[in-house]
């Protein structure tokens, strides 16, 4: 079946300017995931969707950074006035359902280049 | 911060040897996940080892948990070029928590044939 889609796989951006990256995940995943990846770094946690839940959004940057999750499938990242410092691969995940303290294993879309000129 | 720490940062070794990647985290964790990444790509899950588990294997794979000191390792045997890739580890935030998971540093692993 297909994984975990993300779109686009590369994006430049002019510094100031806003942008949405968009996240497919696996049919029947409850559970989605954002993070961001600088060159040769591990993964930052942005946010986290779980069903109808509030999301955890704990690792937001800042106000800039915002996602949603419509009809529990698609999510999409938005960076508004984006910064230089903001340029990074950001990985799109989903999982099956996280129940009580157990972590479902993450399936990971490719990624979406993002540079910020 | 709730981030652990993986050695070494990088690893060069030549086909057919063993492997070993370090894992260290900070708190209590119920589960911990190994993955692995490709340049360029995603991360894909290697192996999922239980709080009360010490051990685990898969194929090449082999991965150990030790809850008193906080560590796990992952142990690839007879290593091919194919196995080069970053390594991760991944746990949830708290014992008691699950849903988001906080990846390591990594380990860069280089194999050359």
């Known amino acids: 079946g297909a994984g975990v889609s993300q779109s686009p796989s590369n994006k430049v951006t002019e510094k100031g300017k806003d942008v949405e990256l968009r996240c497919d995940p696996i049919?029947?995943?409850?559970?989605l995931y954002w993070y961001r990846q600088s060159l040769g770094q591990g993964l930052e946690f942005l946010i986290y969707f779980q069903g109808n839940s509030a999301p955890d959004k704990s690792g937001l940057p800042s106000d800039r950074f915002s996602a949603e999750r419509t009809g529990g499938s698609v999510s999409t990242l938005t960076i508004q006035r984006t910064q230089q410092e903001d340029s990074a691969v950001y990985l799109c995940?989903?999982?099956?359902?996280?129940?009580?303290?157990?972590?479902?294993?993450?399936?990971f879309g490719n990624g979406t280049r993002l540079t910020v000129t | 911060s709730q981030q652990g720490e993986e050695d070494p940062q990088a690893l060069s070794i030549q086909e057919g040897e063993n492997a070993t990647m370090n894992c260290s985290y900070k708190?209590?964790?119920?589960?911990l996940q190994w993955y692995r990444q490709n340049s360029g790509r995603g991360l894909v899950h290697l192996i999922l080892?239980?709080?009360?588990?010490r051990e685990k294997h898969s194929g090449r794979l082999r991965v150990t948990l030790d809850t008193s000191k906080k560590s796990s390792s992952l142990l690839i045997t007879a290593s091919r070029a194919a196995d080069t890739a970053s390594y991760f580890c991944?746990?949830?935030?708290?014992?008691?928590?699950?849903?988001?998971?906080?990846f390591g540093q990594g380990t860069e692993l280089s194999v050359k044939p």
């Open positions: 991944a746990h949830g935030p708290n014992y008691n928590q699950g849903g988001k998971l906080i």
């Open positions: 995940a989903s999982s099956l359902p996280n129940w009580g303290s157990y972590n479902s294993p993450l399936h």
């Open positions: 708190t209590s964790i119920n589960n």
């Open positions: 049919s029947g995943h409850t559970a």
């Open positions: 080892i239980r709080s009360n588990e």
